[in-house]
C-alpha cells in the first residue's frame, strides 16, 4: 500500500486570504498525481491531473504545483472564498500498478469565513 | 444529463438485510469503482471493474458482492448488513489508458443507515 500524506488535515482562513496545502507522495514509479475538490454532501470533481515534473496548472483562483523528484505537490487559493470551503484530496498513480489505482490521501479540509 | 448515477441516494434499513446498491455512467468509461467514505472522511477502495472484469477486490467482507453486468453499470450488494456498513458509498468511473491518466468521475453517493 502507498502512503499518500496531506498537510495540514485542515485548515481555516479568513476570506480574502490566500492560502496553500501540501500532497507528500512516493518519488519512484511516479505517473500521475490528481487533485480534487470536494464539497459537503457532494461527490468529488478533478480540479487537475499532473503527470511533470515542474507542472504548473491554473484554474481560476486554484493553482498546483508538482515536483515529483522529492515527491510533493502543492494546491494553492488565492483570495479564498466561502465557496471554495471543501475537502481537498490529492491521488497518486503509480506507473508500476496495471490496475491503474489511485492512492487517496486523507484530504485537507478548508473552511473560509466571510 | 446525469454523469455517474446512483440509486438510491439514501437506504435506510435493519441490521441482517440484504440490499443492492446501483451505479450507471455514461461517460462511455470502461472501468468503475466502489468506494466507501470512513467516518472521517477518507475514500476506501473497495473494488474496481474493467471492461466487466473484476481488477481491484480490496480487503472486504464477503458479504458485499459486486456485480458488472456491463461496461456501463456496476452494482453492490450486501448481505447480511451490519451496523458497521453504514457509510456513503461512492460509485466512480474512469477510462484507463495513458491520455486519461485514470481521471475519476463520482456518482452523487448513497448513504447507507444500518439501524
Given at each position: 500500500i502507498l502512503n499518500v500524506e496531506?498537510?495540514?488535515?485542515?485548515?481555516?482562513?479568513?476570506?480574502?486570504d490566500s492560502t496553500n496545502f501540501t500532497c507528500s507522495f512516493p518519488s519512484s514509479n511516479f505517473y500521475a498525481l490528481h487533485w480534487y475538490r470536494w464539497e459537503t454532501a457532494k461527490s468529488p470533481e478533478a480540479l487537475f491531473v499532473m503527470t511533470l515534473n515542474g507542472d504548473e496548472k491554473k484554474k481560476?483562483?486554484?493553482?498546483?504545483?508538482?515536483?515529483?523528484k522529492e515527491g510533493y505537490s502543492y494546491l494553492?487559493?488565492?483570495?479564498?472564498?466561502?465557496?471554495?470551503?471543501?475537502?481537498?484530496?490529492?491521488?497518486?498513480?503509480?506507473?508500476?500498478?496495471?490496475?491503474?489505482?489511485?492512492?487517496?490521501?486523507?484530504?485537507?479540509?478548508l473552511t473560509v469565513w466571510p | 444529463d446525469t454523469a455517474v448515477s446512483q440509486t438510491p441516494k439514501y437506504l435506510v434499513t435493519q441490521m441482517g438485510n440484504?440490499?443492492?446498491?446501483?451505479?450507471?455512467q455514461n461517460l462511455g468509461h470502461d472501468t468503475m469503482y466502489w468506494y466507501k467514505q470512513d467516518?472521517?472522511?477518507?475514500?476506501?477502495?473497495?473494488?474496481?471493474?474493467?471492461?466487466?472484469?473484476?481488477?481491484?477486490?480490496?480487503?472486504?467482507?464477503?458479504?458485499?458482492?459486486?456485480?458488472?453486468?456491463?461496461?456501463?453499470?456496476l452494482?453492490?450488494?450486501?448481505?447480511?448488513l451490519e451496523l458497521g456498513d453504514s457509510a456513503v458509498y461512492f460509485?466512480?468511473?474512469s477510462r484507463r489508458g495513458s491520455s486519461s491518466y485514470n481521471e475519476q468521475?463520482?456518482?452523487?453517493?448513497?448513504?447507507?443507515t444500518v439501524l
Open positions: 496531506q498537510s495540514p488535515q485542515s485548515l481555516h482562513v479568513q476570506e480574502g481560476g483562483r486554484i493553482s498546483a504545483t508538482l515536483n515529483t494553492y487559493i488565492k483570495g479564498s472564498q466561502p465557496e471554495d470551503s471543501a475537502t481537498y484530496l490529492c491521488a497518486f498513480l503509480d506507473r508500476g500498478s496495471t490496475l491503474g489505482r489511485l492512492y487517496f490521501g486523507r484530504g485537507t479540509q | 440484504d440490499k443492492s446498491i446501483k451505479c450507471e467516518s472521517k472522511k477518507f475514500l476506501k477502495i473497495m473494488f474496481s471493474y474493467n471492461n466487466k472484469e473484476l481488477i481491484i477486490n480490496e480487503t472486504v467482507p464477503n458479504r458485499f458482492s459486486p456485480k458488472s453486468p456491463d461496461k456501463a453499470h452494482n453492490l450488494h450486501i448481505n447480511s460509485c466512480a468511473s468521475f463520482f456518482g452523487p453517493g448513497t448513504r447507507l
